[in-house]
RNA sequence: GGGGCUGUGGCGGAACUGGCAGACGCGCUGGAUUUAGGAUCCAGUUCCUUCGGGAGUGCAGGUUCAAUUCCUGUCAGCCCCA
């Protein structure tokens, strides 16, 4: 009997498509074309998880869609192949991180066939290739020569950078330096994760609470020249980039929030000496706010300057470049000790909410510009180097961490904002016992009490702007972007520092000339840690880390590129794979960009999505492409979860526990109200049953269960493997059953018997078509060259249109279920017209391209289905002869009547009225108004 | 603590712009067929019901002829950030 058997046909078709390269990209760009792109894998050890596919089958679906509109498509996939894992494991074993790299990515790109989906191979790109990183090499370099002029908002040559004449008369070395601070790429000292027992730097991920995650042992942050890039010059470029772009509203926010960007002032603290306080605030009334502080100020930024009259201390973070010489000698000890204790803390620790505050007195003062007080300044690790100016001005009275720091060390608290006259806590507010960060109006605050915040913030900056102590200042959370990773299997940066005669660094920098791209990454012995704080590729050979270019010696920079570098650029990669003259043809990027869908998790939507666009932008601003954002449309698959857990908990003796007594306490256990561990036990679907809103044991329905589907993970051993549901279903269902679980942007949790669900189906479609009967492979003798009769017409043009519709929308999950209604309407009909079954599989096939193509192959088509045009529906098929509808009396559904399709808005009313069933209702009521909505229904209301 | 998302049958979900709540699938129940079934086909399946009806989209209100959909409040879960 022959029967669907997916197995055997699937890898046939997979060869069949290889064979004739058929879904190779068209040479020439017809009249429409269409970018469709997945965000590329990791290709990690443990293969394809079911949430890839998730993605990929939607974006294949469209794929497939678009191209039997007639539309030109470039569907590509590759690899993000750089990263720690491979990394850890050549440390572990010797093996080279290209080979397991490779190993990995053959075993992605088989599953990846084995599922179907329509990429053009020939494409394929790995982030690892030299071929690749060349170009990423390249686009550094792009970045190291760029500038960013703030007036014009654009990047420019760094040739084109004015040169002040002061520095020009220094001469070549001096207008370099210049020059070097003011491009998109420079060199900084930043904080790294120093593990001084592991011998290595450690990447974020492998800290965990300051200790590495290997080993446990303490790690320490200490400051290493860094390759950084200047993203935040573009900020508001990225921000107003935003606007222009289809993507979901809620990753818009994200990377509005990330990039933070805020309006305030920066204000000078006067801490010089005391005496010449008088002079020095005379000079600046002549001279005006100045843009870089002199060592007379402590500089801060503020949102709020109109809390100035409360801001009763200050507070510089423990990096402070000032901190040396705020520090006075008796407090001396205490300060260095504090900033070698933060040192061993993460940002995340030290902002934490809830941890205990901590500081200590730097024995200095500054004067408060708005009112000429002392104010002690202290260092407290909860202000952070990176944000504003590494300094604040604290506000106790107005700052909820201000106020926990005062109350912790017993600073005085002045509040200055008056809360709204009903606010419950107005009396505590203004005796300084609670803090209060909204707005109000002004107290204590001079000539400026009685005024709203917002204009007391405008008073004062303008003030104290023409007194040249502060200024208007826009500042972004958004940070320069740390670009240098101290780890061996990444992209080299191609960057050369001349050494002298002893072999010092000169300071001097200098880019690897084009032609001499790629700098590959230099073979080593082993890839264990060489136990310095620099990076690996410093055990290199002389060979490789020492160049000689025009008569002068140079030592290789040996950091190398964070994993973001190659996924920030790949999508332009794919459009000219090959091209061993330039990153892209600028034809053929004005032919393909942008993206015109961009498919991947929400996981990136913030640091991948904002450093590509970055990218983008400048290569833009440098002419190399002709478009200002990557990607027009974004979706965000959702998670899948594992299958729905039905937990309880049993206390130490075994007896069950009720759900709702069981909380979790400090240490993240498991407790009942007592405080005694519970522990869990998974349970069957038959030891619970629905009661109420939640689930119980069968046995004893006082017993709370809860019932839950969790992230799939490996410790809790609910990963779905693709390989094993292609085995057992075949790839076509495993396809439809992610397209039909749901909205692609919906979590949903998964569920085996949802596979067979649609496969079924599947089989139900070959029965349709295949006499499941006979011996031999015939098709069913109900199919034959008779018309469609009315219904079947009009059951297909609906379905024609349902599944053109809901797949223009990316709704699968109900142009699915459509197909099955047709499927089941058509199952059951004794005649099949060849033609209907023609066309439905051409709607099928996007969906499950397997069976389309058997199945319309055994119908006796010629060529593969993929070149078939998307079938088209006929309006007039979809009418019907006559409709249903409601009415309603008093809302409530009462009667249906029929009635023509196209009845006017009087002979429905009529026909309503007529009515057998709706005339006894109204027998002895008075009709009070009536609705008529032609189509749809008549709603009666009555007294 | 802040932000976002989501609450609809036993389960996943559907419902266009406010217009018949529960499409489609799973599961379950009954029947047919079969040596057999994790196959196939048919019928049923929100709950309550005195079989007339009544209630129902987390909960409480509001707007409306009409609310899953709009508004206010509230609760719960999940995700992200701190």
């Not at 300060?335 to 934490?352: G, H, I, L, Q, W």
């Not at 939507?605 to 002419?623: E, M, Q, T």
């Not at 019932?707 to 609910?718: E, H, I, L, P, V």
């Amino acid at each position: 009997m022959p029967r669907y058997n997916p197995s055997e046909i699937e890898p046939r078709w997979q060869a069949y498509w290889d064979k004739h390269a058929t879904f190779r990209t068209p040479d020439q760009a017809g009249e429409k074309k269409r970018y469709i792109l997945d965000m590329f894998p990791y290709p990690s050890g443990d293969g394809l998880h079911v949430g890839h596919p998730e993605g990929y089958t939607a974006t294949d679906i469209v794929a497939r869609f678009s191209r039997a509109r007639g539309e030109t498509v470039l569907h590509p996939m590759g690899f993000d192949a750089f990263g720690l894992p491979a990394e850890e494991h050549a440390i572990k074993t010797g093996e080279h991180p290209r080979i397991q790299t490779q190993r990995n990515i053959d075993n992605f790109t088989r599953q990846l066939k084995m599922l179907g989906f329509s990429y053009d191979w020939d494409r394929m790109v790995s982030t690892t290739d030299e071929d690749y990183f060349r170009w990423t090499q390249w686009i550094f370099l792009v970045l190291y020569d760029t500038w960013f002029d703030a007036d014009a908002q654009k990047g420019r040559p760094i040739a084109d950078l004015p040169v002040p004449a002061e520095v020009e008369a220094q001469g070549a070395e001096a207008v370099g330096k210049y020059q070097d601070q003011h491009r998109l790429a420079y060199q900084d000292d930043a904080l790294v994760n120093w593990c001084p027992a592991l011998g290595t730097v450690l990447a974020n991920e492998e800290v965990q609470d300051g200790k590495s995650e290997r080993g446990g042992h303490p790690v320490k942050r200490i400051p290493l020249r860094q390759w950084m890039l200047r993203i935040t010059s573009y900020a508001e470029r990225l921000l107003d980039g935003l606007d222009d772009v289809d993507w979901p509203i809620g990753i818009k926010k994200l990377q509005r929030d990330w990039i933070g960007r805020s309006t305030g002032a920066e204000v000078d603290f006067y801490v010089g000496d005391e005496e010449a306080y008088g002079a020095w605030a005379e000079s600046r009334r002549t001279s005006g706010f100045c843009a870089e502080p002199d060592a007379s100020v402590l500089r801060v930024y503020t949102t709020r300057p109109d809390t100035l009259f409360g801001a009763t201390y200050m507070v510089v973070s423990p990096e402070h470049e000032m901190l040396d010489e705020l520090t006075t000698e008796v407090q001396g000890e205490a300060v260095r000790s504090y900033c070698e204790k933060a040192s061993f803390k993460s940002d995340r620790e030290r902002t934490d909410g809830d941890r205990v505050k901590t500081g200590v007195f730097t024995g200095s003062y500054a004067t408060n510009p708005i009112n000429g007080e002392k104010v002690p300044i202290w260092v407290a690790d909860y202000v952070l180097a990176g944000y504003g100016t590494g300094a604040i001005m604290a506000v106790p009275a107005h700052d909820e961490r201000d106020f926990e720091f005062a109350k912790q060390f017993d600073l005085k608290v002045v509040p200055v904002v008056d809360p709204p006259q009903d606010h419950p806590e107005r009396a505590a507010i203004m005796a300084g016992d609670v803090c209060f960060v909204a707005q109000g109006n002004a107290i204590n605050s001079g000539d400026f009490d009685g005024q709203k915040t917002n204009d007391v913030k405008a008073a004062v900056t303008a003030m104290l702007n023409r007194e040249g102590l502060a200024a208007e200042a826009v500042n972004y959370k958004l940070r320069d972007w740390l670009f240098s990773r101290q780890r061996f299997w990444g992209e080299p940066f191609p960057i050369l520092h001349e050494v002298d005669r002893e072999g010092n660094l000169t300071g001097v920098k200098r880019a690897v000339p084009e032609s001499q791209l790629p700098v590959r990454l230099p073979e080593l012995e082993d890839f264990k840690p060489h136990g310095r704080p620099e990076p690996p590729l410093a055990k290199a050979d002389d060979e490789w880390l020492y160049v000689t270019l025009d008569g002068k010696r140079y030592r290789r920079e040996t950091n190398t590129m964070p994993q973001w570098a190659g996924s920030c650029w790949y999508y332009l990669r794919y459009i000219d794979p090959k091209n061993d003259q330039a990153m892209i043809d600028p034809a053929l990027e004005k032919v393909w960009m942008p993206v015109d869908l961009y498919v991947g998790g929400a996981e990136h939507a913030v640091l991948h999505l904002l450093y590509s666009r970055f990218w983008h932008k400048v290569l833009y601003d440098r002419g190399h492409i002709s478009c200002p954002e990557p990607f027009g449309k974004l979706v965000n698959q959702g998670m899948i979860l594992g299958e729905v857990e039905f937990s309880g908990y049993v206390d130490e003796d075994g007896i069950a526990v009720s759900s709702h007594e069981v909380k979790r306490n400090a240490e993240g256990e498991r407790v009942r109200a007592n405080g005694d561990v519970v522990s869990s036990v998974t349970l069957t679907e038959e030891q619970v049953e629905k009661k109420g809103e939640g689930f119980v044991l069968k046995d004893n329905p006082a017993i709370r269960i809860d019932s839950r589907a969790f992230k799939m993970s490996k410790s809790r051993g609910n990963v779905v493997n693709p390989d094993e549901v292609v085995r057992e279903y075949g790839a076509d269902s495993l396809r439809l059953y992610e397209m039909f679980m749901g909205p692609l942007e919906a979590t949903k949790p998964w569920a085996m018997t949802g596979v067979g669900g649609v496969r079924n189906f599947l089989d139900r479609v070959w029965r349709m078509i295949v006499d499941p009967k006979a011996d031999e492979l015939v098709v069913s003798d109900a199919i034959g060259d008779q018309p469609c009769d009315a219904d079947q017409k009009r059951m297909l043009h609906a379905t024609i249109k349902k599944v053109t519709e809901d797949t223009e929308s990316l709704s699968f999950n109900t142009a699915i279920a459509r197909m099955m209604e047709f499927t089941n309407f058509f199952t059951r009909a004794k005649s099949r017209p060849k033609e209907a079954m023609q066309q439905f599989l051409i709607l099928l096939n996007p969906y499950a391209p397997h069976l389309a193509e058997e199945l319309w192959q055994i119908l006796g088509g010629e060529e593969s289905i993929a070149k078939q045009a998307w079938p088209a529906w006929e309006a007039e098929a979809l009418v019907e002869s006559s409709i249903e509808v409601p009415v309603q009396v008093n809302g409530k559904v009462k009667a249906k009547i029929r009635v023509a399709p196209d009845v006017s808005k009087d002979d429905l009313h009529k026909a309503a009225l007529s009515d057998a069933k709706v005339q006894a209702l109204l027998e002895g009521k008075t009709v009070v108004k009536e609705i008529v909505v032609p189509g749809r229904l008549v709603n009666l209301v009555v007294k």
